[in-house]
């Protein structure tokens, strides 16, 4: 209580202001939120889709994708930055997805550690 018997009032803390609208496709529910709630934390808003048939692509800035279940080059040709993750064995999805012109080819594992500082490299913030 305050000094007339007030209670000191709460300030709600200011909203944080949304960096990027990111794609999350996956269509593994673990990995899926572990992407939505990394970035998410980091300031950014997630849109989480199962395909890229299925996804919504109002106003997104970059594509986080699992390249074991997407196509590389579709998702090239879509025009905004693409960070595809991928089986650390499966060197032949790596490849291609290089090959492609995925912007950023990652290890499920490096994703999953270095996801922020991994979106912004693609964002340039």
């Known amino acids: 209580m305050g000094a007339a018997g007030e209670r000191a009032r709460r300030v709600p803390p200011a909203p944080v202001p949304v960096v990027a609208r990111v794609l999350s496709i996956a269509t593994d529910l673990m990995l899926g939120s572990k992407v939505t709630e990394t970035l998410s934390a980091a300031g950014h808003e997630v849109v989480s889709s199962p395909s890229m048939e299925e996804a919504t692509w109002d106003g997104i800035d970059l594509i986080v994708a699992d390249l074991d279940v997407e196509n590389p080059e579709a998702l090239v040709g879509l025009g905004m930055p693409v ?7 499966d060197v032949e999805t790596r490849e291609a997805s290089e090959a492609a012109g995925v912007d950023l080819v990652v290890p499920r594992s490096r994703m999953a550690r270095e996801l922020p500082a991994l979106a912004e490299r693609l964002l340039d913030v």
């Open 83 to 89: 960070l595809g993750y991928y089986s650390h064995v």
